[in-house]
C-alpha cells in the first residue's frame, strides 16, 4: 500500500483518488457536477476496474460466458464472433461505423452469409444440410462420386431432394427438372432409343 500511496504528481491542482490513494492530475478524474470540484472521488483506471468487475459479476450470475481483455496491436481488429484479432485486410469496410470497418471479419461474414441462404433458400440449416450429405454416404446422390456441394430442391413445391455436386446439379438444371427428357436421354446414352426396328422390307422405325 504504501507504493499506491505516492505521490504521482506534483502539481499544485492534484486530487486524491479515494480508491488508490494516488494523488494524480485533474485530467485522470471524469466530472461530476455534484462535487465542489468538478470530478469525481475516483479516478478513472479506478472506475474503469470496477466497473469491468461489476460487469463480469453480473455476466457470471447470468450464466453467462465473460469475455477476457485482449490485446490488439496497432492495425488490427478483435472479431467477436470467431474471437481471433486480425489485420484490417481481413476486414471489408464500412462506412458508417465509426472505425470504418465491419462488425465480423471477411471470414465469419462470408459463413454467415452461407447461413443466412440456406434458410432463405431452402428453409435449412448448415447442419440439416450436413446430415443429408451424411445419410447420401458423402457423395452427390446421382453420379455417387463427387463431393455433394450444391443443395437441389423441387422448383414448384420447394421441398429439398439431396445435396448434388457441380455438375449433376447443372445437368438437371439443363433438363429443366422433366424426368421424361431425363429418361430419354438415359436411353440414348445406353443405346437403346436409336436402334431402329425393321417392319417391312427397307422400312425401319425408330422406338418412341
Partial sequence: ?????????????????????????????????????????????????????????????????????????????????????KPHSDWHRNATASDGLATRCKACRSRRGRQDHLKRQYGITEAERDELIASQGGVCCICLAAVPEHVDHCHKTGRVRGVLCFSCNAALGQFKDRPDAIRRAAAYVEGIAWKPTLVAPGVYQLPS
Fill in 1 to 85: 500500500m504504501k507504493a499506491a500511496r505516492e505521490r504521482v504528481t506534483e502539481e499544485p491542482n492534484a486530487k486524491r483518488c479515494r480508491k488508490c490513494e494516488r494523488e494524480l492530475p485533474p485530467a485522470a478524474f471524469a466530472r461530476d457536477r455534484n462535487r465542489r470540484d468538478g470530478l469525481q472521488v475516483h479516478c478513472r483506471e479506478c472506475v474503469a476496474e470496477y466497473s469491468a468487475a461489476y460487469y463480469r459479476r453480473r455476466r457470471e450470475a447470468m450464466g453467462r460466458a465473460v469475455r477476457e481483455k485482449v490485446d490488439v496491436p496497432a492495425g488490427h481488429m478483435l472479431c467477436r464472433t470467431c474471437g481471433e484479432v
